[in-house]
Structures are given as structure tokens and as C-alpha cells.
Nanobody, 119 residues
């Protein structure tokens, strides 16, 4: 089993920045892919940014403003968010696809962290 703990959310003014972090822990696992998702009130959860060994991908709405990164040695992922707008307000979730000890792939979610962009 793998546990994900997110941190770094909060209230920020438009134009400001936040950095979200996601720490993974648990039994033997290897992270194959990491993603940050968000869900705003009344909307479906959407992929914001993803990263694998093959590279990164971003939602069009955040390209040039958000940067996803990982520290594989620490099993951590980060999402640097710059030039935030009120439309970025949502609960942000960390997600990983991991190869676990049994040799199977599993999908894990963090508990979510609130990001509010408001003046």
C-alpha cells in the first residue's frame, strides 16, 4: 500500500505563486507516473500536469505557468504554480501510478489540498 500526503495549498492573491508538494510512502513500490489533478466546485476533476520518464504534459490552461517536477530519491512530486488566477481555485490532488511489490500496477490518490486565488 502507498500513501500520498499533499501540502502547500492556501490562499493567494491573483498573480501570486504557490508550490504544492506530494510525499509518497509505504511498502515497496516504484512510481511510474505522477499527476496533479484539480477539481473546482461543480466541475469534474481534470488533469493539470503529468510526468513520466518520457516527459511532461500540461493542460492548456496552465501551460507556461505551472511546472511539475519529481524527486525520485525522496519519492516526492511538486507543482510550482505561478501567475495564479481565480480560475485556478480548486482542490488539487496528487496521483501516482506505481508498480508495487506484487508486480502489479496500482493507482493512488492524495487527500487533496485547497488552493484559493482571491483578492
Amino acid at each position: 500500500q502507498v500513501q500520498l500526503v499533499e501540502s502547500g495549498g492556501g490562499l493567494v492573491q491573483p498573480g501570486g505563486s504557490l508550490r504544492l508538494s506530494c510525499a509518497a510512502s509505504g511498502s515497496t513500490f516504484s512510481i511510474i507516473a505522477t499527476g496533479w489533478y484539480r477539481q473546482a466546485p461543480g466541475k469534474e476533476r481534470e488533469l493539470v500536469a503529468g510526468i513520466t520518464s518520457g516527459g511532461t504534459n500540461y493542460a492548456d490552461s496552465v501551460k507556461g505557468r505551472f511546472t511539475i517536477s519529481t524527486d525520485n530519491a525522496k519519492n516526492m512530486a511538486n507543482l510550482q504554480m505561478n501567475s495564479l488566477t481565480p480560475e485556478d481555485t480548486a482542490v488539487y490532488y496528487c496521483n501516482i501510478v506505481a508498480l508495487i511489490g506484487s508486480g502489479s500496477y496500482s493507482n493512488y490518490w492524495g487527500q487533496g489540498t485547497q488552493v484559493t486565488v482571491s483578492s
